[in-house]
């Protein structure tokens, strides 16, 4: 096996990135970072931290205070802030309504590239999110773009966060995701974009086991070595 593969997985919010990455990591044996829920995180201690987000100085100060980590248990991967599991919060409304403008700022994103691209110099690693393939990992083997019709995103996400949200509405999901679409693709700092090496795969009428092939035989070249 070649040292050290990188298989970025960016797209659109709710395309079930988390879900193939974790599915490809498992199958291969690799780490999955999700770069998502880093991002999430940092939101989350901001919030319950009342930090300022237009307020520089209080943004940096804050970050010196965050230490994540991810590990696995029972199969699937958790995130610890601080050494507490919020794996589950990260996931609320709340996190979901403030993680685009926390996730566009200069100073956050530098400090999770950094953190990032830690992860990828020593390890086999599946990462998925808005810019690992274009400003994260530039030079990773395997760059998958995701992408499906909004409508079903938001089908797929209302389902997701009924049973931990039962007043939320299918059109409240639908407009947050239009609102991420747009503050995604248009922020200064690395926006949503794919790369030009990446492959597009709309997995809008496909079930998860075929884009998992799909994904699968875009790396095999690169385990035949």
Do not use: W
Request: a neutral charge.
């Amino acid at each position: 096996m070649s040292k050290n593969i990188v298989v970025a997985i960016d797209g659109y919010s709710s395309c079930g990135k988390s879900t193939l990455a974790k599915a490809l990591a498992k199958k291969l044996h690799f780490i999955y970072v999700d770069s998502g829920a880093m991002y999430r995180a940092v939101t989350l201690y901001f919030l319950r931290n009342h930090v300022n987000i237009a307020d520089a100085e209080q943004v940096t100060a804050a970050l010196q205070n965050i230490h994540l980590n991810f590990h696995s248990r029972d199969y699937q991967t958790h995130i610890t802030l601080n050494g507490e599991e919020v794996s589950d919060e990260i996931r609320l409304m709340p996190v979901s309504e403030n993680v685009s403008p926390v996730s566009a700022i200069r100073e956050v994103r530098k400090e999770m590239v950094a953190q990032q691209q830690r992860m990828g110099k020593s390890k086999n690693i599946v990462m998925d999110g808005r810019d690992i393939g274009t400003a994260v990992f530039p030079n990773a083997q395997v760059k998958l773009f995701m992408t499906a019709d909004p409508k079903v995103r938001a089908e797929r996400r209302y389902r997701e966060l009924l049973p931990n949200n039962p007043d939320i509405t299918l059109e409240e999901v639908f407009e947050n995701i239009a609102h991420r679409d747009y503050s995604d693709t248009t922020r200064k700092e690395s926006p949503l974009m794919r790369a030009e090496d990446a492959v597009i795969l709309d997995n809008t009428n496909i079930t998860p086991d075929e884009q998992l092939a799909f994904a699968l035989e875009k790396v095999q070249p690169f385990l035949k070595n």
